[in-house]
């Protein structure tokens, strides 16, 4: 295993030093805030000649992405970082970066959506791109914003998946504290993502292709979309094993999902992000206590891992599932939707309900945790489950 | 600039077969403009409308060169990533540093003029290698002759309708071409699909100047126009020969009537009813109870051609 050094910075410092790691050929951004930093440092390694990059200052987000576009279909590495109101103005982009099948690598900074505007954190910007093809990866800490966008790289490029992959970290929690995170060398990293070898690049003179061509009046549209479809569902094993080559050079486990404390569990909490820390912390407490409380934290969103998930949560009498999200008018928020979906088809369904917390980075206090956990054990000794979601520590 | 015989040799990278309506001005303006990027080989780019669709049905395509396709209002953003890859890739020495390639975006004017013009405005800002061109028709013909802010005043499109309260397009036309010379880039120029000479030269200089160039180009839509689609190229003609499309260039900051518009200064322009009578969009400009808003459109065009010379020192 190669010797890694311990640095003490930000999720957004770290985002940028894999960024600078993985050498992308060119970098499209727009600055938003919680996501500047990431781009700032990026452009400081532009200046100071320690990448190769181009780097382009485009003049919106929407632009941002669609140079990504036009980057990566002419066979370019091409990674780009954002947040909030600027993923939403990509969102057109979004669906024809994965159309395309383009391996784009983008980090988002997870931040709410306006309005009322609001710079904090939340997982609406991400949710709401939740359908458009990307692979998705969320990262409780800075270490694994760093681990995953490093395993970004390898799984958008490979050839059973060649699709766009975004790397979520929460807004300024994660972006902008200081965190203890352990670097990996320049050469394994290197050594790790490997050479990008594009397939149909525009730059391939001699092959001339066209891109992003007419598909209706009774064309393949559909079997596009099926191709598509197909292609995520296999990334799922990708994620999985570049997660397995990663954790033997670097020592830290990646699956799907990450489950803690579940062996035994009754009472569970199904959790995205930063807030896993929280429930962890909590549900030690409550162990300590006699409560068989315990934590899944969902890593990789899109494709959703349901089988893992409905594994994990087998046995449990309650489960209470927290978003950091709105799915107004829907039963419940996105993950919320995911995790039922997941429990469809188990022997025994669990209780499950539905919190929605911490929007526009509302405070995320232990109490609040704790007060789930109560909830739960109350349910699983016959309590009626709640009809949520229930907007929890809203005042 | 390369003479007549010379480009009869040279390849055409647009192909026939395309499902372009007769008489469209579109692609007349892509075959002059690529003949004007000489031999090098080249990128194109095209916003989604008229000449996206009926160039690249699934699986054909009628351009010989690399294409893409991205969205409406992002053109030039996207071929500024093609291009921004190719410096990229040149860094990395996965491209010898002494290759050349042409990146080329095309749109039409609402591509352009409108939802697309942010989008041009920062290409030309970061100053890509790029040529960006916009067939200017005068309107959404791709989705049914809507009006953009391309469309001439008075004309009749479907989202400016003539009727007893209004007649066709209230407004002028929005001056492109002096937007994007205003962005200080290398060369600028409008041209016309009725000039083939003036057209192809401008797309060799275009292509030349190291940095971004814009040419835009009247190309007549018969069906939008309402005009006769085996006149397509008289009515571009007219557009020129009435000063509604001046011929210009700007070259590093310096305007320059071209020649077929030069020699107007003294020949005189035709009125702008020679312009209007062929095409039905106009039909109820040259009925009685119009006439004066007929003589605000000689008008504005008159202030336009004086606004022209006096940029170009012709004043």
């Given at each position: 295993m190669p010797e890694q050094k311990t640095v003490a910075t930000t999720g957004n410092s770290v985002v940028a030093e894999a960024f600078r790691q993985c050498a992308p050929d060119v970098v499209p951004a727009y600055p938003i805030t919680p996501q500047t930093t990431i781009v700032e440092e990026f452009a400081k390694f532009v200046a100071q000649g320690r990448v190769h990059a181009e780097y382009v200052a485009v003049e919106s987000e929407h632009s941002a992405m669609s140079a990504c576009v036009g980057a990566s279909a002419a066979g370019a590495r091409v990674m780009t970082a954002t947040s909030s109101q600027g993923l939403a103005l990509m969102w057109e982009e979004l669906h024809i970066a994965s159309g395309m099948r383009l391996p784009i690598v983008m980090a988002n900074a997870n931040r709410a959506l306006s309005a009322p505007i609001n710079i904090h954190c939340d997982h609406s910007d991400v949710m709401g791109a939740r359908d458009t093809g990307w692979v998705m990866l969320f990262a409780e800490t800075a270490q694994e914003a760093y681990d995953n966008t490093i395993m970004s790289i390898p799984i958008a490029e490979d050839p059973e998946v060649l699709l766009p992959v975004m790397t979520c970290l929460d807004g300024?929690?994660?972006?902008h504290s200081i965190d203890r995170v352990r670097l990996m060398d320049d050469e394994s990293v290197s050594a790790f993502v490997g050479e990008y070898k594009p397939v149909n690049a525009l730059l391939d003179l001699d092959n001339p292709v066209s891109h992003g061509n007419f598909a209706g009046l009774g064309g393949p549209y559909f079997e596009f979309k099926r191709s598509q479809r197909e292609a995520i569902d296999r990334s799922k094993a990708v994620v999985e094993r570049v997660g397995a080559a990663f954790s033997e050079l670097s020592g830290r486990p990646f699956g799907l999902i990450e489950t803690d404390m579940m062996d035994d569990a009754e009472v569970a909490v199904v959790v995205i992000g930063s807030t896993a820390g929280n429930v962890r912390h909590v549900a030690k407490q409550l162990r300590a206590e006699g409560v068989k409380a315990g934590l899944v934290k969902i890593r990789c969103f899109r494709p959703f891992p349901y089988a893992e998930l409905a594994a994990a949560l087998a046995g449990v009498k309650a489960v209470a599932v927290l978003d950091r999200a709105e799915s107004f008018g829907a039963e419940g928020g996105p993950l919320y939707l995911e995790t039922r979906s997941a429990l469809y088809d188990a022997e025994h369904r669990p209780a499950v309900v539905n919190y929605v917390y911490g929007l526009g980075g509302s405070d995320v206090k232990l109490e609040l945790i704790r007060s789930v956990f109560t909830d739960l054990s109350d349910i699983a000794t016959g309590t009626p489950a709640l009809h949520g979601p229930v907007y929890l520590g809203a005042r | 600039m390369a003479t007549l015989r010379e480009l009869s040799h040279r390849e055409d990278r647009l192909e026939g077969?395309?499902?372009?309506?007769?008489?469209?001005g579109a692609s007349i303006a892509v075959r002059q403009i690529l003949l004007g990027a000489g031999t090098d080989p080249a990128i194109a780019g095209c916003a989604t409308g008229c000449l996206e669709v009926s160039t690249t049905i699934y699986p054909y395509s009628s351009w010989k060169v690399p294409f893409i396709h991205n969205a409406f209002e992002n053109s030039a953003a996207t071929i500024s990533g093609v291009e921004a890859a190719f410096k990229g890739l040149k860094r990395a020495g996965k491209i010898p540093a002494d290759k050349k390639v042409k990146f080329v975006a095309f749109g039409g004017d609402g591509g352009t003029y409108d939802i697309g013009l942010q989008s041009l405005s920062g290409a030309m800002e970061r100053g890509h290698d790029m040529v960006y061109v916009c067939y200017d028709?005068?309107?959404?013909?791709?989705?049914?002759i809507q009006r953009s802010s391309a469309t001439p005043k008075g004309a009749w499109a479907t989202t400016s309708e003539v009727g007893k309260a209004q007649q066709g397009k209230q407004q002028r036309r929005k001056d492109l071409t002096s937007i994007i010379a205003a962005h200080g880039v290398p060369y600028v120029a409008q041209g016309s699909i009725s000039h083939w000479k003036d057209l192809t030269s401008k797309a060799e200089k275009a292509f030349a100047v190291d940095g971004p160039a814009f040419l835009n180009v009247l190309a007549t839509c018969p069906r939008g126009w309402r005009?006769?689609?085996?006149k397509s190229v008289e009515h571009a003609k007219l557009g020129v020969q009435t000063g509604y499309w001046p011929l210009f260039e700007v070259e590093e900051g310096e305007w320059k009537l071209s020649s077929p518009s030069k020699a107007l200064i003294k020949a005189g322009r035709k009125p702008i009813e020679e312009f209007l009578k062929p095409q039905g969009r106009f039909r109820h400009l040259l009925q009685p109870g119009n006439e004066e808003l007929l003589s605000e459109v000689q008008a504005d065009i008159d202030a336009y051609w004086e606004y022209l010379l006096k940029r170009c020192g012709e004043l």
């Open positions: 300024f929690i994660t972006t | 077969g395309h499902r372009l309506c007769a008489g469209c028709n005068g309107a959404y013909m791709n989705t049914g005009s006769a689609y085996n």
